[in-house]
């Protein structure tokens, strides 16, 4: 019975821990609206780390806002925030 108790407790810890990882992800993106034509690069807080994963929800969002998505650039943690800050302007983390 201990066994089994001690099992579920060390899998309750690692969703725990693979839930804040997955917050902590970040996506740098190109979209673009038309008439007029207008371009941006941003970054984006996204629920998964995985490219495909993160480009649908990057697409989603933007779309919301009538911007429609070009390209995810890359998935980064934390760590790639501070050096996108200045590129992304106005649009570092506005989705």
Avoid at 67 to 79: A, K
């Amino acid at each position: 019975m201990k066994q089994i108790l001690s099992s579920l407790a060390l899998l309750a810890l690692i969703s725990l821990g693979t839930t804040a990882s997955a917050a902590d992800c970040y996506a740098d993106y190109k979209a673009k609206q038309d008439n007029p034509l207008r371009l941006h690069y941003g970054v984006m807080q996204v629920s998964a780390c995985a490219k495909g994963q993160a480009k649908k929800e990057v697409a989603q969002r933007l779309k919301g806002s009538g911007w429609t998505l070009l390209n995810v650039m890359s998935v980064f943690g934390p760590e790639g925030l501070d050096k996108r800050k200045a590129n992304a302007g106005k649009f570092y983390l506005r989705y």
